[in-house]
């Protein structure tokens, strides 16, 4: 037994094995309290991620019409569509406010060397919503528009570089070559669908959309 400074009080000090026992009792309960915080925060992201995905109202495609769409994708031939040669992703926030984010998925097909104008989605999915629109224009095209019309324009310089645009799934080397003429375009982004507000259908005016410029602008949870 010791005696305690100040009280006096003879105590008996606890074996080294008890110690050892309840310090792994309490990094226990301690990585406990973290795994659960983490499935927290994952369930609060997927009920915003679900809540953002709103449902669009409606009735189910009935089987009449799905056999019509059948025929009419045999015989028709899409052609504007089946140019589509790009998937991009990125983030856009809208021209009157950074906080409001959306991740923006574009398939885009060339005009020519110079233009290229993309279909933009919320999602990759099967069942996206089409969203917005993007034109992509080069350096060269972008300095021959009237100083009023710069403006709505925006360079995609740190995008690529900050590698927040990327092509999904795409090898590296192709990845790098492709954004390597990304990089030097401007874009002007037009979204017709608030889907951050979790609206059903495409209701208010279109948005001008804008691009992140520098670092700290990306929404952290998006960006995850």
Excluded at 46 to 61: D, F, I, L, W, Y
Excluded at 94 to 104: H, I, K, L
Excluded at 127 to 136: C, F
Aim: hydrophobic share 35%.
């Amino acid at each position: 037994m010791r005696s305690c400074v100040g009280c006096h009080v003879y105590c008996i000090p606890l074996p080294r094995v008890a110690l050892h026992a309840k310090a792994s009792s309490l990094s226990w309960q301690l990585k406990t309290l973290h795994g659960a915080l983490i499935s927290l925060n994952q369930l609060l992201s997927n009920h915003k991620a679900m809540s953002n995905h709103a449902q669009v109202p409606g009735e189910p495609t009935e089987t009449t019409t799905s056999l019509v769409e059948t025929a009419t994708g045999a015989i028709q031939g899409f052609r504007p569509i089946k140019q589509i040669h790009e998937h991009l992703c990125a983030f856009h926030f809208y021209g009157y406010d950074m906080t409001r984010q959306v991740e923006a998925h574009h398939f885009c097909a060339h005009q020519n060397e110079e233009m290229r104008q993309c279909l933009i989605y919320d999602t990759p999915e099967a069942d996206a919503k089409l969203i917005g629109l993007e034109y992509m224009i080069s350096e060269n095209l972008f300095l021959t528009l009237p100083d009023e019309e710069k403006p709505l324009w925006h360079s995609h310089l740190y995008e690529v570089k900050s590698g927040v645009l990327f092509m999904p799934r795409v090898p590296g080397p192709i990845e790098r070559h492709g954004l390597d003429k990304v990089c030097k375009t401007y874009g002007k982004t037009i979204h017709f669908w608030q889907v951050d507000k979790g609206d059903n259908l495409p209701l208010g005016l279109p948005q001008l959309m804008m691009a992140l410029t520098r670092d700290g602008q990306l929404d952290e949870e998006l960006g995850r």
